[in-house]
Nanobody
């Protein structure tokens, strides 16, 4: 089974940047969909970005141009580079994964099985 552990969260001022990391362990294959979701207090969990084994990435429309998802297969690490952070980006960020065909893997997908513990991102104005 896939195990996910996030790190890299913290507190920054608006306009700053953070890079989140997700250490991956366990078995993986070409059908593994991975992504980042976030949840602010009192709000539903929302998809941020997803990526499949061939590197194809998808993003929430509102985050395109500011956030970039990437992965390093050699170190089994998933990343989320967050630039131009805004107070509304404040949330708990979760790494997630699921074995599905590549076409399934979008920020609107439901049914992800594997989740990390989350890392807090706080952006002050």
């Amino acid at each position: 089974q896939v195990r996910l552990v996030e790190s890299g969260g913290g507190s920054v001022q608006a306009g700053g940047s953070l890079r989140l990391s997700c250490a991956v362990s366990g078995y993986t294959d070409s059908s593994l969909c991975m992504g980042w979701f976030r949840q602010a207090p009192g709000k539903e969990r929302e998809g941020v970005a997803t990526i499949v084994s061939d590197g194809t990435a998808r993003y929430a429309d509102s985050l395109k141009g500011r956030f970039t998802i990437s992965k390093d297969s050699a170190s089994y690490t998933l990343y989320l580079q967050m630039n131009s952070l805004k107070p509304e980006d404040t949330a708990m960020y979760y790494c997630t994964a699921e074995y599905r065909p590549p076409g399934w893997c979008t920020v609107d997908s439901t049914g992800f099985l594997y989740w990390g513990q989350g890392t807090q991102v706080t952006v002050s104005s």
